[in-house]
């Protein structure tokens, strides 16, 4: 290692450990109340006030109370002791707390709950919200009976007065809360950007949300009491919400623990960082990468929920050993490479945070980790900690707490209500109009509109009613460019109801010109990580490209900022779609077959329809399009690549696809050739097959990855067994056998080894023939027939070879993979044709 290369490791060390030196975080406001209380409650350094000399904080005074017995009070944990939840504070009517902030910035605020019964008042039966200021915290709460309940919301305060509101739902109902903080923590304890789990992008505007914390869990360690976490947040064992506990065992450290720029105790303590989960010994000999350990959460559907990892790699002997997959449901979030982030120290803490959109959260949230197969040493993963919050307001419009009262003053609060709304209407009326006709004034301040040849997009333009249809130098046409005006009449403005997919570089919108022409419209989303490169690259690939088995571009718009893709409208949406995930009826095994020879054809064109070979780069089951009669199309070029030179074997290239898809060679050695695709392809049809994902960390370990799953039944002659019930009745042996071989051929290990394209094409002709083979002629004899048909087979090369230059990469190429073993199949398989 060079002299300067071990300098800057060791500068790096010491700031890393001069980092570790952390002073303790005094917030700023920490109000500590002690709600129904007469006297002051110490719970270990911290002192809880009675609010019962806080009364001017209170409106209106309320002198309700109610207390318990010690002995009443269920055990919690000790930092908290049962002093907290032995009084109570009872509101009959809407009360506040209001509270003078000293700093603006991120604060908790901790609601104490336990419902016990005390005179007259049952307070299991108590129903009501709390919010402050505008932002609900708890609509219809109810507390359960008999236990106690800390509820921790983390909200940014901008105002200079917290005002913390009780208000029973109904008028027969009260409230009612045992002690409360509001407290100061770090700014930086909440980021302002997360990872998108699906589709992959980066979400923007965290630091300004209001979070609840789920769950806070301590992986392979104890329960972590508030008096051992400098933010006072209590961390639970995992055991509870593990799904296959043996799989996995937690390691504890009493080293030191490192802290880099960003990871502060404040984000997690010591504590946490010094325990973890990783693989059990047995699961690291003998399954290795096929093992997940997984836990499961129990969340509330349709929110929004941010999910923060907790990393820190005390197992290793080495920082380059560990690297492995985490998981949040069904998706890959993250290949974790530690030693990248931690200039390859160990015991260094690291945190990744990531969102789960509502639209993908269901009743129960699982997370999982996962080795990865390129490793040298013995595959392992781990976590540490773990943290679920949920993002508030993201289920939908505020919810509105009415206090109960009479009518007079439900109609002043109902009329007031209205007359906002009418007010912001008008202003909103008012917006559209100006900005209307500020349109046509705003140019774009970010990017450029651009040409293929390095020109500017201004170069030959000719105006026609609904677009403007333009050339770029050499190039010739590249289509229409539309307006975006235009666009926005298309799509509605770009109306959330007319979105047909969403995807990497952003949504996808049902379209429709004044023509009545049908289109698909991608607008790229300015928050995506892909952008200017993937739609150059998908307007210079699809402007030269035309076959009836890729999607179709009509044309783009680059105006105002935009980055925006106008493809042919595909009536049948994925392939996916139609596979699993929806009520859509099931394909049979003709239409899937047929499918799949379209596509192949699609990417037998691409492969072989230029002078240099396109590769595909991001071959899956949902960017194969379907059109009205089930006719695929290949699509979503923003990630092809130009093949090798003549003289080369590969394109050297970073890694990026979809995973599950990718090619472990190229995976491993960043060399990407058509035989990548190949791979991805055969996946495909496996999932074509099988009809599921082609990763699920749900499943049991051996099924986990649809790929090695699948080979496994392949190789022991049982790919029947796996076959998707709903049309494994259907499927001829002969034609399964095939179909088999083929996905066994497409997925080998070397790339030498795979078919290419054209073959694969050759033999999903072959199944689908033998699929519809007069029962009486024998596969055998079918083979022995191909050398009959070489004529033909000759016949069509020299049509093609025969075309001119400028043709042959066009219209003559396009029909020859349609043409291209049908009637030679026909007259193979066919009793008639013998």
């Known amino acids: 290692m060079a002299i300067r290369e071990i300098e800057a490791r060791l500068i790096v060390f010491m700031m890393v450990a001069i980092r570790c030196v952390h002073c303790v975080f005094t917030p700023a406001d920490n109000y500590l109340i002690d709600c129904g209380s007469l006297t002051n409650t110490t719970i270990g350094t911290r002192v809880f006030v009675a609010d019962v000399s806080l009364s001017s904080t209170l409106t209106p005074p309320s002198n309700n109370l109610a207390n318990t017995s010690q002995n ?10 049962t002093a907290l939840f032995r009084n109570a504070r009872v509101f009959r009517e809407r009360s506040s707390y209001s509270f003078q902030i000293k700093a603006h910035g991120r604060h908790f605020v901790r609601l104490y709950f336990f419902p016990f019964v005390s005179g007259g008042y049952n307070l299991s039966a108590a129903t009501f919200g709390v919010s402050i200021q505008d932002v609900v915290l708890l609509n219809k709460f109810q507390p359960r009976a008999n ?13 200079d007065t917290l005002i913390l509101t009780f208000a029973p739902s109904t008028n027969t109902s ?78 504890n450290s009493t080293g030191k ?32 990468a096929n093992v997940n350990v997984t836990w499961q959460f129990s969340v509330d559907a349709n929110w929004d929920y941010l999910i923060r990892f907790h990393f820190c ?36 803490a690291v945190f990744m945070d990531f969102v789960l959109k509502a639209d993908d959260a269901s009743g129960k949230l699982s997370v999982s980790i996962n080795p990865s197969p390129i490793i040298n040493g013995l595959p392992n993963a781990i976590l540490n900690g773990l943290e679920i919050m949920k993002i508030n307001g993201s289920a939908g419009p505020a919810v509105v707490v009415i206090p109960p009262g009479s009518n007079k003053n439900f109609g002043i609060i109902l009329g007031s209500i209205l007359g906002a709304v009418a007010v912001v209407v008008v202003a909103i009326i008012l917006c559209v109009v100006l900005r209307k006709r500020k349109l046509a004034k705003q140019s774009s301040k970010t990017w450029v509109p651009f040409s293929i040849d390095g020109l500017t997009s201004h170069s030959t333009v000719s105006q026609t009613s609904n677009e403007t249809a333009f050339k770029i130098g050499q190039n010739g046409d590249l289509g229409y460019r539309f307006s975006f005006t235009v666009l926005q009449e298309a799509t509605n403005n770009f109306d959330e109801n007319w979105v047909i997919g969403v995807g990497g570089f952003g949504k996808v919108y049902k379209g429709v010109l004044r023509d009545e022409t049908k289109v698909a419209v991608k607008r790229g989303n300015p928050k995506s990580q892909q952008g200017l490169n993937e739609f150059r690259t998908e307007i210079e690939l699809l402007s030269r490209l035309r076959h009836r088995h890729l999607v179709s ?28 995930g929806s009520d859509l009826p099931p394909l049979v ?48 070029f923003g990630l092809s690549k130009t093949g090798p030179e003549l003289d080369q074997t590969h394109v050297s290239t970073a890694v990026k696809g979809s995973f599950g898809y990718l090619d472990p060679e190229y995976f491993r050695r960043q060399r990407l050739t058509e035989k990548s695709d190949v791979y991805s392809f055969g996946v495909v049809l496996l999932e074509v097959l099988c009809a599921r994902p082609v990763i699920d960390p749900t499943l049991p370990r051996e099924m986990v990855n649809l790929a090695e799953w699948g080979m496994k039944w392949q190789k022991r002659g049982e790919l029947e067994q796996i076959v998707d019930t709903r049309i494994a009745g259907s499927v001829r042996p002969e034609s399964l056998r095939k179909f088999g071989e083929t996905i066994e051929k497409c ?11 054209g073959d694969v094409l050759w033999n999903l002709e072959y199944v689908l023939h033998l699929q519809d083979a007069d029962p009486s002629v024998s596969e055998i004899d079918s083979i022995n027939r191909i050398t009959e048909l070489s004529p033909q087979v000759q016949n069509i090369n020299t049509i093609y070879e025969s075309a001119p230059a400028e043709e042959a990469g066009t219209s003559v190429h396009n029909d020859l993979t349609d043409v291209s073993m049908s009637k030679v199949f026909s007259q193979l398989i066919k009793s008639e044709g013998r």
């Open 147 to 159: 236990a106690t309940v800390v509820k921790e919301f983390s909200l940014n305060i901008t105002s």
């Open 257 to 288: 623990i490192n802290y880099m720029d960003g990871a502060t105790e404040e984000i997690a303590p010591q504590v946490v960082y010094a325990t973890v989960v990783e693989l059990s010994k047995d699961a690291q000999n003998t399954a290795g």
């Open 589 to 636: 095994w003709k239409q899937r077959l047929e499918i799949c020879i379209g596509s192949a054809r699609g990417l037998h064109y691409l492969h072989t329809g230029q002078a240099k070979a396109i590769i595909h780069r991001d071959v899956k089951s949902a960017n194969i399009l379907l059109d009205e009669n089930l006719l695929a199309k290949v699509a979503d």
């Open 72 to 81: 009443s009070v269920p055990s919690v944990p000790t930092s908290y002791g």
């Open 553 to 580: 571009l009509i044309g783009y718009c680059d105006e105002k900022n935009e980055m925006i893709l106008v493809y042919e409208y595909m009536e049948k949406g994925t392939l996916k779609s139609h596979l699993y």
């Open 747 to 757: 997925l080998a290990d070397s790339g030498v080894e795979r078919p290419s394209m």
């Open 313 to 348: 790699d005390i197992v290793s002997k080495s920082a380059i050993d560990l690297l492995f997959n985490v998981y949040i449901n069904a998706w890959l979030a993250s290949e974790v490479e530690l030693s990248l982030i931690t200039f390859n120290n160990l015991a260094t």
């Open 174 to 251: 009260f409230a009612f809360v045992n002690a409360i903080e509001v407290v100061s923590v770090p700014d930086n304890l909440i980021h302002d950007t997360a990872k998108i789990v699906d589709p992959q992008g980066k979400y923007h505007g965290l630091s300004g949300q209001a979070l609840e914390t789920i769950y806070r869990i301590n992986m392979g360690g104890p329960q972590v009491l508030p008096g051992d976490d400098t933010l006072w947040r209590t961390w639970e064992n995992d055991q509870k919400f593990l799904l296959t506990p043996g799989l996995s065992q937690s390691f």
